[in-house]
């Protein structure tokens, strides 16, 4: 349910949800098994949840794990998930400039396409 009002919140951030950004969270809904009660109760305009980024990378990079876990339950990740994607790693805290980067390589981790250096690297420590 966390992971869905952060992004139900995100995807609000600048208004109205479009009706891409709508669909997205949809999808995510399913994905996540929100009830239509526990739905309703997050896209309420009254009860926005704060996005609450952790002091700690291994708390950040837990919730980013969880959320590509989630993403990846159904085997895809559609193009479309990219832009709520990185306002949900800007969210919790990465830096801007990294965000990108922590976002392909959290891709090739989750798609089975890591480079045989970072297979090595994840084995050897």
């Known amino acids: 349910m966390a992971h869905f009002a ?6 609000a951030v600048d208004g109205e949800l479009n009706p891409q950004e709508k669909k997205l969270i949809d999808r995510f809904a399913d994905k996540l098994d929100i009830t239509e009660a526990e739905y309703k109760e997050v896209m309420d305009k009254s009860n926005r949840y704060p996005i609450d ?10 919730r980013l794990f969880d959320l590509f876990r989630i993403i990846y339950a159904d ?7 990219l832009g709520l994607v990185k306002k949900y790693v800007l969210g919790l805290g990465f830096p801007t400039n990294q965000a990108d980067s922590i976002i392909e390589r959290s891709i090739a981790v989750f ?14 420590k």
């Open 6 to 11: 952060t992004l139900a919140s995100l995807a």
């Open 75 to 81: 085997h895809e990740f559609a193009a479309d998930e």
């Open 111 to 124: 798609t089975g396409r890591i480079r045989f250096e970072d297979y090595y690297h994840f084995m050897n």
């Open 53 to 62: 980024p952790s002091h700690s990378k291994k708390e950040r990079y837990e």
